[in-house]
């Protein structure tokens, strides 16, 4: 498989406050990019998505940039909940592959109350 | 949103047996749908590709006669692990895109025990 991640990094912040995950992608061809939220036991949830012909975009309370130039994507939440922990991985489709998802590393997100 | 059933959603059983799994994607149907393992805290890993009426297409470094795959309507695929063992335990999950969007859509998980 392609970017098996390591042990995950582990973000910790304080309920109300903004929260910013980092994520380095593999392919600089990729043209489309997602967030997506995991909890524990279940499989992964759709936040937000971009196409590479943009640097940002915003949704509820979650903001995505992506710099193309560094291969490197964030994901921004306001005003973070405890209901906002869980495992953020960011996702990337290659060319050529369709629908085909590759996923990065993932963070741990921690909202201490 | 779309909806994507994995059934079972635990199993265990004996090293050397085989296990099903299926995925149905309950309304909306899916010519491509996508397997993907899981080890504790880590990150998911693409297994393959299932392709409705052919081969599914793996990613390198999984073996396709241990995990095979069926495709064989457009709203169900299986991952069937043959004769498991011990470090085939993880977390298996499938996810399939409604024609046309790109936005995957995961299911439950089926978390795999080999004893």
């Known amino acids: 498989g392609e970017s098996v991640g390591l042990h995950l990094p582990t973000l910790s912040v304080q309920e109300g406050d903004n929260s910013i995950i980092n994520c380095a992608y593999s392919?600089?061809?990729?043209?489309?990019f997602i967030w997506y939220k995991q909890e524990s036991g279940k499989g992964p949830q759709f936040i937000i998505d971009i196409r590479s012909n943009m640097d940002k975009r915003q949704g509820q309370r979650v903001t995505v940039l992506l710099n193309k130039t560094v291969k490197h994507l964030s994901l921004q939440i306001a005003a973070t909940q405890p209901g906002d922990s869980a495992v953020y991985f960011c996702a990337e489709n290659p060319p050529g592959g369709g629908f085909k998802t590759i996923f990065g590393a993932g963070t741990r997100l921690f909202v201490k109350a | 949103g779309a909806v994507v059933s994995q059934h079972p959603s635990w199993v265990i059983c004996k090293s050397g047996t085989s296990v099903k799994i299926e995925c149905r994607s309950l309304d909306f149907q899916a010519t491509t749908m996508f397997w993907y393992r899981q080890f504790p805290k880590q990150s998911l890993m693409l297994m393959a590709t299932s392709n409705e009426g052919s081969k599914a297409t793996y990613e390198q470094g999984v073996e396709k006669d241990k995990f095979l795959i069926n495709h064989a309507s457009l709203t169900l695929s299986t991952l069937t692990v043959t004769s498991a063992h011990p470090e085939d335990s993880s977390f298996y999950i499938c996810?399939?895109?409604?024609?046309?969007?790109?936005?995957?859509?995961f299911g439950e998980g089926s978390r795999l025990t080999v004893l």
């Open positions: 996810s399939a895109s409604p024609g046309g969007t790109g936005e995957l859509f």
């Open positions: 392919n600089s061809a990729s043209d489309y």
